[in-house]
């Protein structure tokens, strides 16, 4: 069976604070794609990453980073000096290779960054 | 900038009425989905199609049906609408080479 786990449900951080967001992942397969997702106030899903079970290598975007470690099963999203924009639920999410019904979100954490 | 589109943005219906909510896609994706998610929580998958005349109930029951008749179009059907179905629901497309699941912006549903 496949979940995904996002055991912060919600954060506060004053702005220009550093914060990370955890997800660690269940599954059998042996190759998969993670995901985190941004859903702000006004609803829509927005695609932040994908990563690839084989890649392991971190990733940085500006002021967002992923630390992805299969021996813990965890792929962490690192906001750098966050902003009141960030504020917003981020979901993990999880797919086998073949995606189908099998695409696993996390219950989400909200995360408040205060001015 | 992803191309799938709902409407309507936002509905407020009365009991037993029968509503349609539509999603369309631009991009020739073969997978779509139907989520449903209150404000902020958990999405649940409701329905998912793998193409033309493929349809498949997820892993939420649900009430509502769906149809898969063109590639771009999979709108969602509630026959009867009652209160308990009030929620947003998220529809969805994936580009297969890139993983990518597009999200459309959402129908929020309340029932009366």
């Known amino acids: 069976a496949q979940k995904v786990t996002q055991a912060q449900t919600e954060i506060s951080v004053v702005e220009k604070e550093d914060v990370t967001l955890d997800c660690v992942y269940e599954?059998?397969?042996?190759?998969?794609?993670l995901f985190w997702y941004k859903q702000p106030p006004s609803g829509e899903l927005v695609f932040l990453i994908r990563?690839?079970?084989?890649?392991?290598q971190n990733e940085i975007s500006g002021r967002y980073s992923w630390n992805f470690q299969k021996s813990t099963s965890s792929f962490n999203f690192t906001i750098t000096a966050s902003q009141v924009v960030d504020s917003a639920v981020y979901f993990c999410a999880l797919s086998p290779h073949n995606y189908g019904q099998n695409f696993v979100f996390g219950p989400g954490t909200r995360l408040s960054v205060l001015p | 900038e992803a191309d799938i589109y709902q409407t309507p943005r936002y509905l407020v219906i009365g009991t037993g009425k029968k509503i349609t909510l539509e999603c369309s896609q631009t991009m020739g994706h073969d997978k779509m989905y139907w989520y449903q998610q209150d404000p902020g929580m958990e999405l649940h998958l409701i329905h998912y199609?793998?193409?033309?005349?493929?349809?498949e109930k997820g892993d939420l029951s649900s009430e509502s049906t769906v149809s898969r008749i063109r590639t771009e179009h999979f709108p969602l059907t509630l026959e009867s609408a009652r209160p308990s179905h009030t929620s947003q629901y998220l529809c969805a497309s994936i580009l297969t080479n890139t993983g990518e699941l597009f999200f459309g912006e959402g129908s929020r549903l309340t029932v009366l």
């Open positions: 990563r690839n079970s084989f890649d392991e």
């Open positions: 599954t059998r397969d042996t190759t998969y794609y």
């Open positions: 199609s793998y193409g033309v005349n493929s349809t």
